[in-house]
T-cell receptor
């Protein structure tokens, strides 16, 4: 069973629309949470991460994510997308109990039309 | 420039012909890992290495071997490749031995096994 779930396989938006990509995980205990982005033909890059503290984290390029522990969720948001945000987005989790193991969701392909 | 390098970037081979994909990082990172990316499945961890002395299996280790003889290198070995190992492979490294911080990814190796 997939332990990190990304609910949207493909999202299509127009420029300036708001974005929210869902991510849920099924682990209890301590987790470190990440969102990575993969632009066409490129390797993965870190957008943002959550380890502890303020559950609302800000990343690069205007992205932010909110950790809601009670919902096991770490949704990614951006108020106004741009054509250059077209990419595949991956949620990833490391559990405190199994260091070294990084679990990825299946990814969400975002297409932004100009 | 701080980076993770992989070679080759593209490889077409035939079933059963042993191959090695090299991975090297110049950031003095403790942790290194291999992933494969398949459409609709996201990234799945093959093997990881917490440090030079510790290597362990990820989610999909079957058919792969790794070696961590020195800190900077972490080659992926396919002793007898099969068509189901056709995939996009990424190597990654992280400064901490648990890999629980950001992971830095290489450019990827696209492998086709005929």
């Amino acid at each position: 069973a997939q332990s990190v779930s990304q609910h949207n396989h493909h999202v299509i938006l127009s420029e300036a629309a708001s974005l929210e990509l869902g991510c849920n995980y099924s682990y209890g205990g301590t987790v470190n949470l990440f969102w990575y982005v993969q632009y066409p033909g490129q390797h993965l890059q870190l957008l943002l991460k959550y380890f502890s503290g303020d559950p609302l984290v800000k990343g690069i390029k205007g992205f932010e994510a909110e950790f809601i522990k009670s919902k096991f969720s770490f949704n990614l948001r951006k108020p106004s997308v741009q054509w250059s945000d077209t990419a595949e987005y991956f949620c990833a989790v490391i559990r405190g109990s199994t260091l070294g193991r990084l679990y990825f969701g299946r990814g969400t392909q975002l297409t932004v039309w100009p | 420039e701080a980076q993770v390098t992989q070679n080759p970037r593209y490889l077409i081979t035939v079933t059963g012909k042993k191959l090695t994909v090299t991975c090297s990082q110049n950031m003095n990172h403790e942790y290194m890992s291999w992933y494969r990316q398949d459409p609709g499945l996201g990234l799945r961890q093959i093997y990881y290495s917490m440090n030079v002395e510790v290597t362990d299996k990820g989610d999909v280790p079957e058919g792969y071997k790794v070696s961590r003889k020195e800190k900077r290198n972490f080659p992926l070995i396919l002793e007898s490749p099969s068509p189901n190992q056709t995939s996009l492979y990424f190597c990654a490294s992280s400064p901490t031995s648990g890999g629980y911080n950001e992971q830095f990814f290489g450019p990827g190796t696209r492998l086709t096994v005929l």
